[in-house]
């Protein structure tokens, strides 16, 4: 009994000793799959140039995987004019090693030193785990390479107020017929505006975010639309006709109040604070607005005062069920002539992974281009839609000449600015 | 207690660690926020360095404005102005329309080496010039953007100026801008590395965004970086907002690490609402490693001392239990004793006792008080045997066993080993020899008392546990020895008894311990024999061993090295003899063979009585007779007697005969005498015992020895005894008054001075001392007597007869100038040595 007691008096001190000492460890290896590959001491800089103002998503990656090489310094630099400047960046003394790029700079002269740059990514011995991305926004070139790789992706669709429809007794719609239900019953307890967007420009306006995924599905598999809608033939403003008209049908069921989008000033903070007032059982917006959301619930006296539950949804402009329009929003490059080029690729490979992505995404608010959407709820719903209602403008082909004379037409007929008719005869007329 | 000890212990280590950890966080606590103020200091310092810079930059810019403004000048004269100015290598001006927002560069496009023209259209920097004050009112710096001309990331400081139109010449509201690349005021823009090795500065604008942004810095905007990583609402972030915005201060925050850092925040003067941020990992400030340092230093110390005193007091505990086992096993040990003690002097005092009343009923009748008187005497000398090993063993146990070596002969011990044993031997009829073996040395130099307490008590042990009829077999053999000087001396004594049981070998030596057998306990025994005698042999440098099987018998081996005295007779010589030796057994034959032949004898040797008549006979037919013959008494066939019987019978042969016999001869004396032996010899045989029987029967010994049982030679002799106690001088002057002997008492040592110094020459043939007694003891008279100036008085011989009986007492009283000593009980058989001794001493002087 002494002899334990002496013992235990002893332990407990060497307990308190180890308590006295530093209570650092090293962070948990956070990444399933993924092993460092060089020097975990390896000391140098590694920036990320883009045109976020913000990128708190991706200094958290930074962090993480400051866990394997605590010497590497990774910052992200906003460049101003990202996209005219980041030519002129890249050929410059302070060229990135990694940069933000897009598909539509593809075969744009001016955007040319953007795609030289960038390292094909498909090169098998850069060992990145490309199948953890769908495939059909990954956008190879014709000759194969691959010079970006998508670190999110975008969708249209709408936010939905769970509250307000479990309040109401009623169900998120998934067909249009539904929809069109659900904004009559909503309209009958008294919602003034069942269903809003922005409708002041063009750019993801409500007319753009509830049609063109509706447009997708009418020309996906028809080759000689898509190559007709492409070279701006006039004649192919009859491919926008079935979508123009179920734009016009939907506007005339009533679900949408003119008037009240109209005081909608923008298609980001306007869009958000207005549905946070909580009176909008929905709220059509692109994938970027919904990465806003969290950040501004706290500006919201609403939403602070009555906060919701909501999550993103796509809009059901189909009897047969929604569209799913995938697309990647931001994608990394790797500049080819990095003075840290295998520290930029290391990097590449521990971010091109699910769990990062994913991780990135979710602080982010994007929606993940990874093949599982269910890890957010926020973007869960579009995980569930049939892969054959699953588009990508890219995949099909249609050049973004091509879609704005879609977007165009239909904000025209969708504001009453032009009759169906007038939009589609001018077709490859219209500008940005 | 123990427990007491510990709990208080451990109390008082945690107490001096809560209070060392206490006092050290109270300066850690101390020393951060001294740190923390220096580090606000460092920052405003920093402050001081970034405006002297940022002043420095913007004058170059004020300078260019102010001449273009007082020169008016269309675009292209003001660009070449500035070209023809002194620039930096890496910084360039551009000169920017208000309302196109287009210009001139000094440096020209990137991959364009004449292209000049610069938009800053794309650029959300001029639309609003607000910020841009007159030249010299402020610092008007640019948020950090990228320089359309080289995609560099830049900072611009900015005038306003007014060009002419270079048509109308009409005033055209421009900016110039001097354009910095952010890489290069970051390599300079550093708090000082050995200050704050890890810090970090910023600069917001008054909004919050970064002007310019240190690598932990996050977001574009200070304040949404700080909401990302610590805890805020609207009230504490517009709070938060205020106070970082209008002064100088120091904060705690959590970086996007989630560690705690300090941020010190400044607002830059001279500038619009920026501020300066320093921004450091608080465990840079702490400086805990010195204050941890000492709680881990003391809390080591705390616990290497406790566990050492843990083991310590271990370690206490268990010598503390073995001594307090140690000390209980003594304490059983002494009740054991007291108990044995009790028991083994009751039972022979119960004898003496019981004995004498039966004696004094019984006065009348003689044999029954002569029985009674013997028995007396048995049982008070086993209770002097006794009393005489327990102090023994007491002193040996006590350490104050100390040796007193003397020059004796062997030969002696092993005369007197044999005399004690016989009496047993022969009571017992048990077959017993003693073989001597390579005895070259005779004389030897050690405790000659403790070596026959060694002997005898082994021999005692081996007669007495040895059944009627059984046999003990001695063996004394003399071997070279390790030790220079010494001879190895092996006692191995071997008998049939009843042998010990293993489990009493263990503890045989211990004192009292007794094997418990019936055939054992009726056998009277101290049971400290043995014990005793294991201690003898250590202190002589010896060592013991026994081989022992119950019912078959034991043997003890005794090897003690011994040094040879320097005294031998080594110059023994017989005159040339012719002597037949005649015994059946070989190696006795062998032994008194080459013993003789050593003396110089013909040896001749016969192996039984009928072969030694015939070799008598032949011998005497040649014309000599044997000089001696040696019979031995027990032979198979023929025995001693009967031989030297036949040979005597023949008138012719007028040989002596010497009988050998192992014990003592009374018995068959008058047989033998009868028969014709002329004398007798004792097994084992020692050189000089056969020199001296062999030159006593040829008649060459000078030395004639008074016949034991003859003390005529004592008859008249007058000895004065110092003796306090009535009783003993009663005992020791009757007792010498049987062998003829008058005696005088001195009652103490001063009387008994007086009386010698007093007395007439020769009137006294010497003095019995005791040594304890009143007024003056035996050792001081013995000084005195020794002191006197009458030779005769200081030379007569004086013997201690005390009760004092340790060696050292011998050796004290040998020291006071005594000749010998006798301790009592008296042994009347040493008393009248003694005194043969001293007579004998005083006649050849």
């Known amino acids: 009994m002494k002899k334990a007691l002496c013992i235990l008096l002893a332990l407990l001190m060497l307990l308190g000793l180890t308590a006295c000492g530093s209570e650092e460890k090293k962070e948990e290896a956070a990444v399933e799959g993924y092993q460092p590959a060089l020097d975990s001491a390896t000391k140098c800089k590694i920036t990320v140039a883009g045109g976020y103002d913000n990128f708190e998503a991706l200094e958290t990656e930074f962090e993480r995987f400051n866990a394997y090489y605590p010497n590497v310094e990774l910052t992200f630099t906003k460049v101003d004019d990202y996209n005219n400047m980041i030519g002129t960046v890249l050929d410059g003394n302070d060229a990135p090693d990694i940069y933000v790029n897009y598909s539509w700079m593809y075969g744009r002269d001016q955007y040319k030193s953007s795609i030289d740059h960038a390292e094909n990514l498909a090169d098998p011995a850069l060992n990145l785990d490309l199948s953890c991305i769908r495939s059909n926004i990954i956008l190879n070139t014709d000759d194969g390479t691959l010079p970006m790789v998508p670190v999110f992706s975008n969708t249209y669709g709408m936010l939905v107020n769970n509250d307000l429809f479990e309040k109401e007794g009623l169900s998120v719609p998934t067909t249009y017929q539904e929809l069109v239900e659900v904004c009559k019953a909503f309209r009958e307890k008294g919602y003034e505006n069942p269903l809003m967007g922005f409708t002041n420009a063009e750019t993801t306006s409500l007319f753009t975010l509830t049609i063109y995924p509706f447009f997708c599905g009418t020309v996906a598999k028809d080759e000689e639309a898509v190559k007709k809608l492409n070279a701006l033939d006039p004649s192919a403003g009859e491919y926008m006709r079935p979508s123009l008209e179920k734009m016009a049908q939907f506007l005339s069921e009533g679900c949408v109040n003119p008037d009240a989008c109209a005081k909608i000033e923008n298609n980001y903070d306007a869009v958000i604070l207005r549905f946070f007032e909580g009176d909008v059982p929905m709220m059509t917006c692109s994938g970027d607005t919904v990465s806003g959301t969290k950040k501004r619930e706290s500006r919201s006296e609403a939403f602070i005062a009555n906060p919701f539950d909501y999550t993103f949804v796509p809009v059901p402009m189909s009897d047969e069920g929604a569209y799913f329009l995938d697309m990647p929003n931001l994608q990394f490059s790797v500049n080819k002539d990095s003075r840290n080029l295998d520290m930029a690729n290391e990097f590449m490979r521990f971010l091109i992974t699910s769990r990062e992505l994913n991780e990135m995404a979710q602080n982010k608010g994007l929606m993940s281009p990874t093949k599982d959407l269910s890890f957010n709820s926020m973007y869960a719903a579009f995980g569930v839609i049939p892969e054959s209602r699953v588009f990508s403008p890219e995949e099909i082909g249609l050049t973004d000449d091509a879609v704005i004379q879609l977007r165009q037409a239909v904000y025209g007929v969708g504001t009453g600015a032009m009759t169906i008719d007038e939009a589609i005869a001018g077709f490859g007329t219209y500008t940005r | ?845």
């Open chain 2, 1 to 845: 207690m123990k427990r007491i000890v510990i709990i208080v212990n451990a109390i008082i280590m945690a107490a001096i660690l809560v209070f060392v950890v206490l006092y050290s966080q109270f300066e850690s606590k101390d020393t951060y926020s001294r740190q923390i103020e220096h580090f606000q200091n460092i920052t405003v310092t920093m402050e001081h360095v970034t405006e002297n810079y940022l002043e420095g930059e913007q004058r170059i810019c004020d300078v260019w404005a102010r001449y273009i403004n007082n020169n008016p000048m269309t675009m292209e004269e003001a660009h070449e102005f500035i070209c023809s100015s002194r620039v930096l290598e890496n910084t360039s001006a551009h000169l920017v329309y208000r309302d196109t927002l287009t210009g001139l560069s000094t440096r020209p496009k990137q991959g364009a080496a004449d292209d000049y023209t610069v938009t800053y259209q794309r650029i959300d920097l001029l639309e609003d010039v607000s910020w841009i004050n007159e030249i010299g009112e402020s610092i008007n710096v640019s948020r950090a953007y990228t320089n359309p001309m080289n995609g560099e990331q830049s900072l611009a400081f900015c005038d306003r100026v007014t060009l002419k139109d270079p048509d109308s010449s009409a005033p055209v509201e421009a900016i110039l801008l001097r354009v910095i690349p952010v890489l290069e005021l970051e390599q300079k823009w550093v708090f000082p590395q050995e200050e704050f090795a890890n810090a970090e500065l910023s600069m917001i604008d008054s909004k919050g965004d970064y002007i310019l942004k240190g690598y932990s810095f996050k977001n574009s905007n200070f304040f949404e970086f700080y909401k990302s990583y610590n805890p805020s609402d609207p009230a504490s972030s517009k709070a938060l907002f205020d106070k970082i915005t209008s002064a100088t201060g120091s904060l705690s925050m959590v970086n996007s690490h989630g560690e705690e850092c300090i941020l010190a925040y400044t607002p830059l003067t001279d500038s619009v609402g920026w501020t300066l941020l320093g921004f450091v990992p608080a465990k840079d400030l702490s400086g805990g490693i010195e204050n941890w340092l000492l709680v881990g230093t003391v809390s080591a110390g705390l616990l290497i001392l406790f566990l050492f005193d843990l083991l310590y007091m271990l370690n206490l505990n268990k010598r503390l239990q073995v001594t307090a086992k140690e000390a209980e096993n003594a304490n059983k040990a002494k009740t054991d004793f007291l108990s044995a003690m009790s028991h083994d002097i009751r039972t022979p005092m119960n004898a003496i006792i019981g004995l004498t009343t039966i004696a004094e009923n019984n006065l009348g009748d003689v044999a029954s008080t002569g029985e009674s008187i013997r028995k007396i005497r048995l049982a008070g000398n086993h209770l002097l045997t006794l009393i005489n090993d327990i102090l023994d063993i007491s002193k040996v146990e006590s350490g104050k066993l100390k040796l007193t070596p003397l020059t004796f002969s062997i030969e002696e011990t092993v005369e007197n080993l044999i005399n004690i044993s016989q009496p047993m031997v022969k009571e017992k009829n048990i077959d017993f020899t003693f073989w001597i073996n390579g005895m070259e040395k005779e004389y030897l130099h050690t405790d000659q008392l403790r070596l026959n307490q060694i002997y005898i008590n082994i021999l005692s042990n081996a007669v007495k546990y040895t059944e009627p009829g059984g046999s003990v077999n001695v063996e004394l053999r003399e071997e070279e020895s390790a030790v220079p000087g010494c001879i190895q001396l092996t006692y191995v004594v071997a008998d049939t008894g009843i042998g010990m049981s293993p489990e009493y070998m263990a503890t045989m030596y211990q004192p009292f311990s007794r094997q418990i057998d019936s055939r054992v306990n009726k056998i009277q025994g101290t049971g400290l024999g043995l014990a005793i005698t294991k201690q003898m042999v250590e202190l002589l440098g010896g060592t013991i061993e026994c081989q022992s099987e119950e019912g078959k018998g034991t043997t003890f081996t005794v090897v003690l090295d011994i040094p040879a005295a320097d005294r031998q007779r080594d110059n023994l010589r017989l005159e040339p003899v012719d002597v037949l030796v005649v015994d059946d057994d070989e190696s006795t034959l062998t032994t008194a063979a080459d013993t003789l032949e050593a003396l110089g004898a013909s040896a001749q040797q016969a192996r039984s009585g009928a072969e030694a008549i015939s070799m008598i006979e032949q011998k005497h037919l040649s014309g000599r007779d044997y000089d001696v013959v040696i019979v031995d008494w027990k032979m198979s066939g023929t025995d001693g007697i009967e031989t030297i019987r036949r040979i005597s019978s023949n008138a012719e042969w007028k040989i002596p005969f010497l009988l050998i016999s192992a014990y003592d001869w009374s018995d068959i004396e008058d047989k033998a005498k009868e028969a014709g032996a002329t004398g007798f010899i004792r097994k084992p045989f020692f050189r000089s015992t056969l020199y001296e029987k062999i030159n006593d029967l040829t008649g060459n010994n000078s030395d004639s020895r008074e016949p034991e049982d003859d003390y005529s030679d004592l008859q008249g002799l007058h000895i004065l005894i110092a003796e306090d106690n009535d009783i003993n001088w009663e005992i020791i002057s009757a007792m010498l008054g049987m062998f003829g002997i008058t005696t005088d008492r001195a009652e103490n040592g001063r009387v008994c001075v007086d009386m010698i110094n007093s007395a007439a020459e020769g009137s006294y043939e010497m003095i019995f001392m005791d040594v304890q007694m009143p007024e003056m003891n035996g050792l001081d008279a013995t000084r005195a007597i020794r002191s006197s100036e009458n030779p005769w008085v200081s030379s007569i011989p004086i013997v201690a007869m005390t009760a004092d009986a340790f060696s050292e007492n011998v050796a004290e009283c040998l020291n006071a100038g005594m000749n010998g000593h006798i301790a009592k009980p008296v042994d009347i058989k040493l008393v009248i040595k003694e005194i043969r001794r001293i007579k004998e001493r005083r006649e050849q002087s």
